[in-house]
């Protein structure tokens, strides 16, 4: 067995990466891609590496040489690399093809070992390999029978993604037997090249013998190995992700992307918090039945959006103002309290920290919560903040991370003592539609009665976590202070949301006996759930009103359970360094109920403790 490396293309798409290198001298976290391949080749005991080059050829042939790789290396030049593609690269080989067995890889592909094993330990002689089509993939795709045939074979500019779901992808490594390259491949690969120029690929004529009577090319599916082909920057900042050093600068590289995890199609998000039974299929439905009306038009302006919000929540227009999910408007509040001069704000801790990141570190006074559980009340904030001189109170109810919920009668009474000390109030309750109470009425604060309570309550939600839309970015501030509404409406664009966000804004009453039929299913789930984290020897799970359970790590340390979680493709918050007690704590998100029992399994089968 042989290997073979294309490795003649220019790599334009990434830029200034490649100016004085080849595209697979390009670097993933400190280690260039042809020197990663030819590590995992060099381990499998061929024969000997081809290594077509082309475009700055004698860099990479130099560079080659300083890796002191085993296996021996023999170099063919295509000198016409950037008026040809990868056919006339493959034809320069067809002798190497005939003469011997050969795995066959493109030079762009970042992957760990297990992956080329696949392709090894298969006792089939000529192998295509392919992986699940997912959203991220770009490129020629196919369809396969039940016997690993390959049924079809669609370039990628032929692809139809309402199929996707049947569709595989081609990886762009392959095994050849040296007969099937004798006998049938080369013999395609000249007739096809003659017949169509030197400016083709040599998929093509995989698809013309995929497709014979003869089934001589079989493919062969990944069962979960990682790897990545790399066209652009944006690729290689997800490659760098996935193929960290280690296992704890894995799991900082992709928390720090703070979300975007549909490019990591097999990843099993507990650490965003979103509502797992909303929207409706019905819902959805509607909105991908409008879906050309409203990426090509634009959206309506601010007055239009805050009717829109103010009629889906009850609130009256001069209230209510929408936001580009709530980070949006919580940044322009605190921005414009900053403004006012030199007033000291009350936040309590552990909580969400973009209020108090907003704001001027020194002016802070915090109640942090000192019980085992983070429970704490109206009645204990009254006390605490009764001799402090805060202009301004801010709470998340319930709180994020502890899941703490101050019920409404008892919020009503923290409104009136701080009118009483003219203490600005700021309460955020996007997670209390998930409190166990009868009716949202008997727990929400969008109410214009309890606003014209007070005029300077802020009462602030993401609609983005309560209503499982995070990527249409919806959030409201509603407030008896026209004034300050007034203004927030006037610092944020007037095109502050897409049509996406407009549109669900207008349908959302439609659709309203079902976001409560979805909430009495994560109550019921997240009972459930937290009974069985409880089972767990080495947790204690937290009561929360939210959708999500804070859990302390009787013994082990959070960060290595993370880690050990990501590896199996779970995303879990790590919340240790946030409280800072001693102790050791996560947090972690309800999903459905097939998701959680993964966690759950996951979590029996640590080894960690």
Request: glycine content about 4%; aromatic content about 12%.
């Amino acid at each position: 067995m042989q290997g073979l490396i294309l490795a003649a293309g220019m790599g334009k798409r990434l830029k200034e990466l490649t100016n004085n290198n080849t595209k697979c001298m390009v670097k993933v976290n400190g280690v260039t891609m042809i020197e990663r391949t030819l590590r995992i080749l060099d381990k499998k005991h061929l024969s000997k590496i081809i290594i077509v080059v082309g475009y700055k050829g004698d860099n990479l042939i130099q560079y080659i040489k300083t890796l002191n790789i085993a296996t021996p290396i023999c170099y063919i030049n295509n000198p016409i690399y950037n008026k040809t593609n990868n056919i006339y690269s493959l034809a320069l080989a067809k002798e190497y093809l005939c003469n011997e067995d050969t795995l066959l890889l493109e030079s762009d592909l970042v992957f760990e070992e297990s992956v080329i094993d696949a392709l090894l330990d298969d006792k089939r002689e000529t192998l295509a390999l392919v992986d699940k089509f997912e959203s991220w993939m770009d490129g020629t795709c196919m369809k396969l029978d039940e016997n690993d045939c390959i049924a079809d074979f669609i370039p990628g500019k032929y692809l139809k993604f309402s199929e996707k779901e049947n569709y595989y992808k081609t990886v762009n490594i392959y095994k050849f037997s040296a007969g099937f390259s004798k006998n049938t491949y080369v013999p395609f690969l000249s007739a096809y090249e003659k017949a169509m120029g030197e400016n083709e690929y040599y998929e093509s004529v995989i698809k013309l013998i995929a497709l014979l009577e003869t089934k001589e090319i079989r493919a062969k599916r990944l069962n979960g190995q990682i790897w990545y082909e790399i066209d652009n920057i944006q690729d290689l900042n997800i490659a760098e992700s996935l193929f960290a050093e280690n296992e704890s600068e894995h799991y900082r590289k992709i928390t720090s992307r703070y979300g975007g995890y549909w490019r990591y199609p097999k990843l099993l998000d507990f650490c965003y918090l979103v509502n797992p039974y909303y929207p409706p299929e019905k819902m959805k439905e509607e909105i991908k039945s409008n879906f050309e009306t409203l990426l090509t038009e634009y959206p309506s302006g601010m007055q239009v959006n805050s009717l829109l919000a103010a009629g889906a929540f009850g609130i009256e227009q001069k209230h209510i103002i929408v936001g580009n999910g709530a980070a949006e408007l919580i940044k322009s509040l605190m921005d414009k309290i900053q403004l006012e001069g030199d007033e000291k704000i009350g936040c309590i801790y552990p909580t969400f920290e973009e209020y108090p990141n907003r704001y001027d570190k020194a002016k802070i006074v915090p109640y942090i919560v000192q019980t085992e559980d983070f429970r704490y009340t109206a009645s204990d904030l009254m006390d605490f903040y009764a001799d402090k001189e805060i202009r301004t109170l801010v709470l998340i109810n319930p709180d994020n991370p502890s899941g703490n919920y101050i019920p409404y009668d008892h919020l009503l009474k923290l409104i009136d003592w701080c009118k009483e000390r003219n203490i600005r109030l700021i309460i955020d309750e996007s997670f209390v539609d998930f409190a166990d109470e009868k009716s949202l009425d008997d727990i929400t604060l969008l109410n214009e009665d309890v606003l014209k309570r007070y005029q300077e309550l802020y009462v602030i939600k993401s609609i983005s976590k309560s209503y499982g839309v995070p990527g249409a970015r919806l959030g409201i501030l509603a407030s008896g202070n026209e004034e300050m509404i007034s203004y927030l409406k006037k610092d944020v664009s007037i095109w502050n949301i897409n049509s996406f966000g407009e549109f669900f804004l207008q349908i959302k009453e439609k659709y309203d006996k079902d976001y409560v039929k979805a909430l009495q299913k994560i109550k019921t789930e997240r009972k459930r759930f937290a009974e069985e984290l409880e089972k767990n020897l080495f947790l204690t799970v937290y009561p929360s009103q939210a959708n999500y359970l804070m859990c302390r790590l009787k013994k082990g340390n959070s960060h290595d359970l993370c880690c050990a979680l990501l590896k199996k493709n779970i995303l879990v918050k790590d919340l240790t360094e946030k409280i800072k007690n001693g102790n050791q704590y996560i947090r972690i998100a309800v999903r459905n109920r097939e998701d959680n029992d993964i966690l759950v399994r996951a979590l029996q089968e640590y080894e960690g403790v």
